[in-house]
């Protein structure tokens, strides 16, 4: 089956702690969020939750050489219906927080949701390459916070969206077949941060799609 997008969320900026949204997650398999924080103190975003239940972190990476952080959470078979997304983070005196979300159909809910991971962090960073090591699934997404303008896809990806400094990336490995993926994104010069995930399709595979995943509004 191939992954499909099925909701989209607004995507929330915020400087107060917790950041509640609320999420409608009618047949979604896998609910993913993204947070970028102002702190990069590894332990200062603490944790995601969709009705109450703890989503678990698949990657996290700070932009070199400066205050910002950005985390990706999962969840596995979340509640159905119009549920609180809610991020949490040790301290709110630091500028805004944004969270967004957006869920997929037709992931494989038993794959795991960490060890799926890549990042790339740069303090002076004209672009950088992730590499997913032996990848099965449908959809690779990729996020960046940058300090530059003119960011865009290179090889193996599509730019999706973006808002302010925050970037969308996706890309297609194959749904069966484990193999190196690669996507690579490009900016004029400055800082960067890069963080990667890929979700597995459900059994029986298929080909997945580039269309847009997560609108900021």
């Known amino acids: 089956m191939a992954v499909t997008r099925e909701v989209t969320a607004n995507l929330s900026n915020d400087a107060s702690s917790p950041n509640n949204q609320s999420i409608d997650c009618t047949g979604v398999d896998t609910l993913v969020a993204l947070v970028e924080d102002p702190v990069n103190t ?3 975003t603490t944790g995601a939750t969709y009705n109450s239940v703890a989503m678990t972190e698949m990657g996290r990476v700070n932009r070199g050489g400066t205050n910002r952080q950005l985390i990706i959470y999962g969840l596995h078979n979340p509640a159905s219906g119009s549920n609180t997304l809610s991020v949490t983070r040790s301290s709110d005196s630091v500028g805004r927080f944004l969270v967004g979300a957006y869920g997929w159909a037709g ?3 038993d794959a795991s949701l960490t060890g799926h991971d890549e990042s790339v962090s740069s ?3 004209s672009g950088a390459t992730l590499t997913f090591g032996n ?3 449908d959809v690779c997404m990729m996020i960046s916070v940058s300090s530059s303008a003119g960011q865009a896809a290179g090889s193996g990806s599509t730019l999706t969206d973006s808002f302010d400094i925050i970037s969308v990336y996706v890309s297609n490995p194959s749904p069966t077949t484990s193999e190196n993926h690669s996507m690579t994104m490009t900016q004029t010069t400055g800082q960067l941060g890069l963080v990667g995930v890929y979700l597995t399709a459900s059994e ?3 080909g997945g799609q580039n269309s847009s995943f997560l609108k900021f509004m």
């Open 42 to 44: 590894e332990g200062n």
């Open 107 to 109: 992931t494989d809910t």
């Open 123 to 125: 303090a002076s960073s």
């Open 135 to 137: 990848a099965v699934g």
């Open 204 to 206: 029986g595979g298929g």
